[in-house]
């Protein structure tokens, strides 16, 4: 049963801190050419966050989609996360047979008060992956900032074979904030990065 559960707990190892939740706020500071230019602190950020999102139609066939919500608003989330945050949105999806996923959120934030460390961002908005087994990553390059993990969950595991463990990169592209992350078996770090090169993307 445990088994079973793994891939689970790790997506919502960050859904339980961002959530699915109420309608997001809008961000200030992108540029004239940005579909975020002009937005105010009451605009919803769905409509526009929607095409920057990964989709099915990003990955491989056999995956469904598990998740897809706005994430809540900056008083439901802890300091660490909510300081300058306006809004956002997450998906994830679940291989057929259970064993991967795939999840990614964008974060927007004022561009001043953007999370400053990207490694304690990530152990913030994964509160229960950061007391796992955590090995950090060659810099994948991704947007303007990026940092990348492995990581492992407790107990008599082995990397690479567990449903649960996997990697995220996470990165910043101008008021945005990205996280992707992939969890079991098959998957690797370069594909992890991948996803989030197409995710920047997506982006402009």
């Known amino acids: ?3 079973i559960l793994l891939p689970l707990l ?16 809008g961000p200030s ?25 990964l989709g099915l139609s990003d990955l491989p066939e056999g995956y469904t989609i598990d998740s897809e919500a706005a994430t809540r608003p900056a008083d439901k989330l802890p300091p660490e996360v909510a300081a300058g945050y306006l809004g956002g949105y997450y998906f994830s999806a679940m291989s057929y047979d259970g064993n991967e996923t795939v999840a990614h959120t964008v974060l927007v934030y004022k561009e001043t008060e953007r999370p400053k460390n990207l490694d304690d961002f990530f152990k913030a908005t994964h509160p ?12 994948p390059k991704v947007g303007s900032a990026s940092t990348a993990w492995a990581f492992l969950p407790p107990g008599d595991f082995v990397p690479g ?16 904030c990205e996280i992707v992350k992939v969890t079991g078996p098959k998957m690797n770090a370069s594909y992890c990065t991948s996803l989030a090169q197409k995710a920047a993307s997506k982006t402009g």
């Open 1 to 3: 049963m445990r088994t």
């Open 161 to 176: 074979e567990t449903l649960s463990s996997g990697y995220v990169v996470i990165f910043e592209k101008g008021p945005l």
């Open 29 to 53: 500071g992108a540029n004239a050419t940005s579909p975020l230019s002009g937005v105010s602190g009451t605009t919803n950020l769905t409509p526009v966050l929607l095409p920057m999102m």
């Open 10 to 25: 790790a997506v919502l190892a960050v859904a339980a801190v961002l959530g699915c939740g109420c309608t997001s706020v």
């Open 128 to 139: 229960v992956i950061a007391n796992w087994t955590l090995t950090p990553l060659a810099d």
